[in-house]
């Protein structure tokens, strides 16, 4: 959801009359100021006002003076020099995604990595999309390079790692906000991943993974065109109560050389009051889409979430903000889930798949997002470990994929490289999305063909209090109980049993 600066070049010359290594002396030394004042105004004050302390202290906090700390530069070539510290390796690994992930090289055509993953689950000859897959080599190659002990990840992920044992990771946060230790969240994420596979067939190539769930995408992906995208995502939210439009919300989804090599959505201007009178937040949406189809539509209304969780934010300024990152992740895909709900689909499309259809395409992406987390979290606690032999052992045992170590086709999202152990937002977060639209269900009723007091209710009961309170706490006080697996779990148990073609054989795409 981040964004780092795709062009630091335009700063190379300085800003406003001064250098970079003179705003970093600036920042290093109002940071030291700001930090001693937070200390101090701690002392005496009531409990809000400690709170808001904690919380604005912890922001500085995060924001560690370091050279990439204003206009973060990095190219991906300079991922391959040994001695690069940990921020500026993390730095270049982001911009092999810049570089080469939005530039495949497919049938003479150039390729962005999201319209990848959407052409994969259409492409109906295998030997096309093992084609496509492999476009992503170079990616890899740069990463990972021959998968030794010296290349820039395993580099990267060792330094990560150290960095972890003293300074926490998201997924020790993760832990901590859904109130269960590390090594019960792993267990949380073996168990998803072994209900999914008890109801996905295989064996699979893992070019073929995204096809052999993707029958919805295909069936519906003409009723998607890339112009339907933003009317669609607008409507559904119209009928949920938020209406995007009235809200001011800024979309910048056409493609064009520079943008960040993935979706995100940032503050323009956070909101407040002003003599009595709410001065609205302001938000921007940045994705690229230059195709269609349910997937794209899928990340539009994930992305559309977070404008509304930022929108529905009345709170006084130091609480201005999300909370956790696991929860801010899993509320966004609480409304972008119904997309693959059949109700949705006849309502705005006119058509809709199959129940289990739409199910597998929903959670097979979901899945990859689990096996992620899973996978950051092992090479956090063994950094020594090889990472394809990782992935391999996770994607076979759950996914039924065929073992293609000499592959890194794990690293295909640039949190992987950037944030070791924020993929733990989007696996584990699915856990909370499940428990946030149960209870949603429990208390108003379905919303997957929309619900005019949604918004508004949720702003009420979940959203609108910002960093008031732990995230930990506020998810309890909603759901009324602690975090649990069980309702992903009965959401996969509507899939049933494995697709079989005729005659039995699973339904799954040879390679």
Known sequence: MSLIDSDPARYREGYGGRSREAWQEIYVARRAQLLAGVSAAADGRAAGDKRAVQVMRAAVED???????????GRCQDAQQPALPLPALQQALYACFAELANHLQFENTTVPRVAAFELLTRIEEPRRREALFRAFVPLWQALNGDDGPTSPYRRMIRMAAAQAGTGGSPIDAAAHTVGASVAEIEQWLEQILDAWSRVSSGPLEPWDYRFASGSAERALGAAIPRAALLPLNDRYYRDLGFDVTAGHVL????????????????????????????????????????????????????????????????????????GEPIFYEAFADVPAWSVYEPDWQQKYLGVSAATAAALRALYSGVMLDVAWALFDLRMLRDPQADPNAVWTDITARFLHVRPHPELAWWAVRVQLVHKPGYMVNYGLGAVITADIRQRIARQLGPFASGDPRWYGWLSRELLGSGEEQETAQLLRRFLGRPVSPQALLEQLHRIGAPETAAGGAPAASGG
């Open 251 to 322: 979309y910048d989804i056409e493609p064009r050389a520079g943008k960040a090599p993935l979706a995100y959505t940032d503050y323009i201007r956070r909101g407040r009051l002003q003599r009595g009178v709410w001065v609205p937040t302001l938000v921007r949406v940045s994705a690229t889409y230059p195709e269609g189809g349910l997937g794209p539509l899928n990340e539009l209304v994930h992305e559309s979430g977070h404008a509304a969780h930022m929108m529905a934010l009345r709170t006084r300024p130091a609480f201005m903000d999300l």
């Open 63 to 73: 924001s560690p003076p370091t050279p990439e700390t204003l206009a973060p530069a």
